[in-house]
């Protein structure tokens, strides 16, 4: 199997194929489009700020080359949010494979204890529906950072609790994505991982 994670601006990738590592796939880092189009499977990993990068997406013609994919593509954290119509981050429209919105947390009020914001840690997510997740993961943690959330909505694959209910997953279609990071979720995130590359 050709498992191709798309190399961009963005950091956090060498995580990811150290994930896929340890389930004993390899996987080839690039921005070759030929390459990303001929993948059995591709991942779109990324840690960074919304606008710039879709800028780069676009000036490097990548924008294209991913809303066109028609094999099981993965989107991961800033990689889920790129693949969403609009993000709050930097005011900018984005691939609008997902028909959501990327809106920033706001905290609910002056005195919230121990909330804070980037969302950081472990947190559980319900609601879970295949072909990503099998039910055996209802309620399980995974692991999160991130100061931008994507809304509930109708691709919404799962869902995970801060401040508000938010979607920590998404699916339509070949296109998956998930705002946690299953390259850091242990066993559970390998799980997840392992249901994608067996699509």
Not at 132 to 150: A, I, N, P, T, W
Request: charged residues 20%; negative net charge.
């Amino acid at each position: 199997m050709k498992i191709i994670i798309i190399k961009y601006n963005a950091g956090n990738i060498r995580s990811v194929t150290n994930a896929l590592a340890r389930l004993g796939y390899e996987a080839e880092i690039t921005a070759d489009p030929r390459k990303i189009k001929e993948a059995d499977k591709v991942i779109f990993p990324g840690v960074g700020e919304a606008s710039t990068t879709m800028a780069y997406l676009r000036e490097t013609g990548l924008d294209e080359v991913i809303t066109n994919l028609k094999q099981p593509v993965l989107g991961i954290c800033l990689g889920m949010q790129l693949m969403c119509k609009h993000s709050e981050e930097g005011d900018v429209d984005c691939l609008g494979i997902f028909d959501e919105q990327v809106k920033k947390f706001q905290l609910p009020g002056p005195n919230v204890g121990n909330i804070k914001i980037p969302h950081m840690g472990w947190n559980k997510i319900t609601n879970v529906n295949l072909p990503l997740f099998d039910k055996s993961l209802e309620g399980e943690y995974v692991y999160f950072v991130h100061s931008f959330y994507v809304a509930m909505g109708d691709d919404t694959a799962a869902t995970t609790e801060y401040i508000h209910p938010y979607s920590s997953a998404l699916h339509k279609g070949n296109f998956y994505a998930t705002q946690f990071h299953p390259e850091k979720s242990g066993s559970v995130g390998e799980r997840i991982l392992s249901n994608f590359l067996m699509l």
